[in-house]
């Protein structure tokens, strides 16, 4: 079979609880129609990947793609900072890169599920313990703010991840 018949070949579907998962997820518009769109979708994707510099074509010629240059700059970077994810103390540094003071609203809101606000909640008390920010006011009027040790002039991130292996 050519590669011009796979993707114009009618199917039916071999399970109709698996279609109809598969359609209401949005893989699917009807039975049958999934690989078209599947593949479809894996081209498009495959482009804003190259566009991002994730992916790169090996060579013109066979169309065979490998991981981008950037990719391998985001891995240098450590995943964990002694116990801290280093995802989560960059976002606790950016918002300190846009306010002087954030609320535990702002916190979660800024986080968006990433994690749960208890989890915000005892990733801040650490970073407090750490002696990297500090507490102001009681309850919901609470804010934080960086603490002296910390200069907002330079990378906050970059701080952090000093003060917290030394």
């Excluded at 579907?13 to 769109?37: N, W, Y």
């Excluded at 116990?83 to 609320?103: H, N, P, T, W």
């Excluded at 606000?117 to 609470?142: A, C, F, H, M, T």
């Amino acid at each position: 079979m050519s590669k011009e018949n796979i993707l114009t070949t009618n199917s039916r579907p071999r399970s109709k609880r698996l279609a109809e998962v598969l359609q209401k997820t949005g893989l699917i518009e009807r039975s049958g129609q999934g690989v078209d769109k599947m593949i479809y979708l894996c081209f498009m994707e495959s482009k804003k990947l190259q566009r991002e510099g994730l992916i790169k074509s090996q060579s013109s010629a066979d169309r065979k793609f490998v991981l981008g240059d950037l990719y391998y700059e985001i891995a240098k970077q450590p995943a964990y900072i002694k116990e801290y994810r280093a995802k989560d103390l960059q976002i606790v540094a950016g918002c300190f890169e846009k306010a002087k003071e954030v609320s535990m609203k702002e916190f979660v809101d800024i986080f968006d599920r990433q994690l749960s606000r208890g989890q915000i909640k005892y990733l801040i008390l650490k970073l407090e313990e750490e002696g990297l920010i500090v507490k102001e006011g009681l309850g919901r009027w609470s804010v934080y703010k960086l603490s002296e040790k910390i200069d907002k002039e330079k990378n906050i991130m970059t701080q952090f991840q000093f003060a917290i292996e030394h």
